[in-house]
């Protein structure tokens, strides 16, 4: 059974930051891509920040030069540094892993259960 395990949501200041991990484990062969995405009430889910097993990194507009994605390929891990938050960065922020069960396999999409970030003027 593979899981995704995010933490390190919550309210923070606008200007203030926070920092997001998550823990994929499992029977997992390899790891094509972890990520964020992000969704807010009444809107849809987006991309805020991906990065590829090759360390590409891809990062929605609105967050770039804040935010900055990092991955611990030894701990299955993945990181999200958001600085200078703004309250239109509130939503549950959840975790995105395309991973492979094994060796040839087919690439899954997993997604984590979501952590809540809120952001106040």
């Known amino acids: 059974q593979v899981q995704l395990v995010e933490s390190g949501g919550g309210l923070v200041q606008a200007g203030g930051s926070l920092r997001l991990t998550c823990a994929a484990s499992?029977?997992?062969?390899?790891?094509?891509?972890m990520g964020w995405y992000r969704q807010a009430p009444g809107k849809q889910r987006e991309l805020v920040a991906i990065?590829?097993?090759?360390?590409?990194?891809n990062y929605a507009d609105s967050v770039k030069g804040r935010f900055t994605i990092s991955r611990d390929n030894a701990k299955n891990t993945v990181y999200l540094q958001a600085n200078s938050l703004k309250p239109e960065d509130t939503a549950v922020y959840y975790c995105?892993?395309?991973?492979?069960?094994?060796?040839?396999?087919?690439?899954?999409?997993?997604w984590g259960q979501g952590t809540q970030v809120t952001v106040s003027s």
């Open positions: 995105y892993g395309a991973l492979m069960l094994a060796y040839g396999g087919t690439t899954y999409r997993y």
């Open positions: 990065i590829t097993s090759g360390a590409n990194t």
């Open positions: 499992g029977n997992i062969f390899s790891i094509n891509a």
